[in-house]
């Protein structure tokens, strides 16, 4: 690394800066700096929405391919657990906000006191979500040799022929979205819990707070993707 | 900030001792360095050693087919090489070639910034870059891959008993690898630029590598989750590609094609840009319609995006569908053609001097311009059906992917080669090699158009005998592009110490990369520069520098 170099950088540029120890060597001011920082994050919350962009395609092909199998898997997911967790990530999206609005008013203990609540309820969200995993387990509607669907009322006792092995592929999708959406959770848990120790230990202040902010779009957008995959999954095929 | 206005034109001080080459000489100084520059030569080791190696697939291939019966390898291998050949050409040279290495080294340089904005997730993507390179060589050393480059389903997840999913790992890490170098180049060329330099005032190279930063961005992650659907399927027997349990072979065609027909043009563009650059170097003159020129980049990176389909029209979307992708694969030819018409109109009344990288720009234009007809050819429905599958496309695509990209490549490792390492190449050798290359090629791959349109298939060991004198003149043909590209690394190796030092400006060539000294410093400028005039400013050089020098 040239860190010898990036403190002691071409003193032309930057000596009215050289006291910020955040801005690194290569940009001009703090203020171009956050506004690279903001764009990079946005664009890669681009490719993430491109990356759940292929299975939100595969999911609505096979959902107007296979709308009996998708509507009698659908019933079958918990719909309390589901809902139960829409409103725990959005509940952390605020506790997100509250952490980005701490760290722009320099306040330590309650910005590090946010995002610690932030990681609990990510946490609570995976701990549903594998109660949920738990159950498609045991009602062996886990994708595989084991697979069985018997299921095949809706709601009002009617009964919907179903291909099992269309509901199977409804229940492989469930699995590729969800799993690849918590690994999502995984990963923004992992990283707020960096932050919080990073913040505890004072490298953020009202000048500087780009990673929680940075972090915090990350979130969102986790929680946002959520927020399509709740509907598809568990709501719209439950109309009577 | 404390900055200065440079003279457009005027040289600047002498090489100062301690450039980025010198900056430094210990292995870690160069494993963990987060410049450009040294992340540039890195790219640049890294893509020549798979060069070679999907050259040496490249070899085999052609080598097999020097007869008609399968001689050197059964039908199993032959497959398997042609995998390796495709799988590393296409996602460990093709791809990152120009923008990892030119770009990586230049974009900074270009806009007059002292780095890439995020330096540490650029050495980051070399990193990715080489464990992927490192997961298709294991792959390759323990059994391969027999599905072709484009991994169909259901052979991809249900028949085949070769390395699937590894490969797919190595396909899946080196495209973070190139989503991270577009969001960093993206990011820069927003963010970064010198005072006064406004997007109008870009250089070509810029705007194309802007271009393609956007599909690199936007298709990648889209390849990367098929990819992930695919090693799912296979590893879990889920049915999602599989017809038997509901599922479509079709999406993932789709989704594929989605993100690897604009990849062509991740391929393309950079090189496309490269070319304007030289052009209007060796012409003394402004790109013509420079504002045309820049955006048909955007449009080729959006029109790219609507045209997949046309790889799929024998494989059973329906006649509309086909017809709509038909007429949307021809309106790229728009912005494509565009781009060959301005840089002639440029050259038109320009003080053209002939030196190697110009040769190349000249053989670009060739070259690219019938990969492109017989790509127009191609996108018509009929035509396609007749010739899928055949040595028609393959011969097609080789024209833009081989003479296309590698012609502006090697035309830009040329002209940039006294600015990356401050040595002159010697030119003479250098024309050799640029006429190896070109003869070699057409050599190479004309047969290949006649073979294709007379019937024979791709992807086969094995031919009838009245094929044998086009592929034997095709083999023969690689032989003479085999020296064309070998002679380059050995006087390229050889210029390391013996070539006449170049100077900050060897070509008397517009653009902020040779205001600098060569080679440029760390921090590539000692004074942020401010711009005032506009890109390719050549009219405003002294007469006795209106021609371009050319080295002996």
């Given amino acids: 690394m040239h860190d010898s170099q990036s403190t002691t950088g071409p003193a032309t540029t930057m000596e009215h800066e050289a006291h910020n120890p955040a801005l690194r060597h290569h940009f001009a001011d703090a203020q171009q700096q956050k506004n690279a920082a903001s764009l990079g994050m946005w664009l890669f919350l681009v490719t993430e929405i491109m990356f759940f962009g292929g299975m939100f395609c595969a999911y609505l092909v096979y959902r107007l391919a296979h709308f009996n199998a998708f509507a009698a898997g659908s019933q079958q997911l918990n719909i309390w657990m589901g809902a139960t967790n829409t409103a725990v990530l959005i509940v952390s999206s605020v506790t997100v906000v509250l952490a980005v609005k701490a760290a722009e008013a320099g306040k330590r203990k309650v910005l590090v006191g946010y995002l610690v609540v932030t990681v609990l309820l990510g946490m609570t969200f995976l701990v549903i979500k594998g109660f949920e995993y738990r159950e498609k387990f045991e009602k062996h509607h886990v994708p595989g040799p084991t697979f069985n669907f018997t299921d095949k009322f809706d709601d009002n006792g009617k009964q919907i022929p179903v291909n099992p092995k269309e509901a199977e592929l409804f229940f492989s999708l469930y699995f590729a979205m969800t799993g690849m959406h918590a690994l999502h959770m995984i990963i923004g848990c992992g990283l707020f819990t960096v932050l919080a120790v990073l913040a505890w230990k004072g490298h953020y202040n009202p000048g500087y707070f780009t990673p929680i902010e940075n972090a915090g779009l990350y979130w969102h957008l986790v929680d946002i993707i959520w927020i399509y995959l709740f509907p598809l999954l568990y709501l719209i095929s439950r109309h009577s | ?552």
């Fill in chain 2, 1 to 552: 900030m404390a900055s200065t206005v440079i003279p457009a034109n005027r040289a600047p001080a002498p090489t100062p001792k301690l450039n980025y080459l010198n900056n430094g000489h210990t292995l870690k100084s160069w494993l963990l360095t987060t410049d450009h520059k040294r992340i540039a030569v890195l790219y640049l080791i890294s893509v020549t050693a798979f060069f070679f190696l999907g050259g040496f697939f490249a070899m085999l291939i052609r080598l097999e087919l020097l007869t008609p019966q399968g001689d050197l390898m059964q039908a199993d291998t032959y497959n398997k090489v042609f995998t390796m050949h495709g799988i590393i050409m296409v996602f460990f040279f093709l791809i990152p070639v120009v923008p990892a290495v030119l770009g990586n080294f230049l974009v900074p340089l270009m806009i007059g910034a002292k780095d890439l904005a995020f330096p540490r997730i650029n050495l980051l993507s070399w990193y990715l870059y080489i464990i992927g390179g490192i997961l298709i060589s294991h792959v390759m050393l323990t059994g391969g891959v027999d599905t072709g480059w484009t991994f169909y389903t259901p052979f991809s997840t249900e028949y085949t008993n070769t390395k699937i999913v590894e490969a797919g790992l190595a396909v899946f890490i080196a495209g973070f690898s190139s989503i991270f170098t577009g969001l960093n180049f993206i990011v820069t060329i927003h963010r970064m630029r010198a005072p006064g330099l406004t997007w109008d005032r870009l250089p070509l190279f810029i705007w194309s590598n802007y271009a393609t930063s956007l599909v690199m961005v936007l298709g990648t992650p889209v390849v990367a989750i098929t990819i992930v659907l695919v090693a799912v399927e296979r590893l879990f027997h889920l049915g999602i590609f599989d017809p038997r349990l509901g599922g479509d072979p079709l999406l993932f065609q789709h989704l594929f094609w989605f993100y690897s027909h604009p990849a062509v043009y991740i391929m393309i563009l950079p090189s496309m840009g490269v070319v304007s650059e030289l052009i209007a170097c060796f012409a003394r003159k402004r790109v013509f319609g420079y504002k045309f020129v820049a955006l048909s980049s955007v449009a080729i990176a959006v029109f790219g995006f609507l045209v997949w389909a046309h790889h799929m029209f024998v494989a059973g979307i329906s006649l509309y569908a086909a017809m709509i992708f038909s007429f949307l694969s021809f309106s790229v030819g728009v912005p494509s053609a565009v781009k060959v018409f301005n840089w002639t109109a440029t050259l038109y009344k320009g003080s053209i001097s002939y030196a190697t990288p110009m040769l190349y720009a000249f053989g670009f234009i060739g070259l690219f311009t019938m990969g492109g007809l017989t790509g127009l050819m191609l996108a018509t429905i009929g035509i396609d059906v007749h010739v899928t599958d055949t040595y028609f496309v393959v011969a097609h695509f080789h024209y833009v992917m081989v003479g296309g990209v590698l012609m502006g490549y090697l035309g830009g490792m040329h002209f940039w080669w006294p600015k990356i390492t401050g040595r002159m190449y010697p030119e003479a050798w250098a024309k050799l090699s640029a006429l190896l290359v070109f003869v070699g090629f057409n050599l190479t791959f004309f047969p290949q158009f006649i073979l294709g349109y007379v019937g024979m298939p791709r992807r086969y060991w094995q031919y009838p005998p009245e094929f044998q004198a086009l592929n034997v003149l095709s083999t023969a043909g690689a032989s003479i592009l085999a020296a064309g590209y070998l002679l380059p690394m050995i006087y390229f190796v050889w210029s390391l110490r013996y070539g006449k030092i170049a100077g900050a400006n060897p070509w008397h060539a517009a653009g902020l990369e040779w205001k600098t000294t060569s080679p440029p410093p760390t921090f590539n400028f000692d004074e942020t520069p401010v711009v005032t005039w506009e890109a390719y400013n050549y009219d405003e050089i002294p007469p006795w520098e209106r021609r371009a020098p050319v080295a002996r």
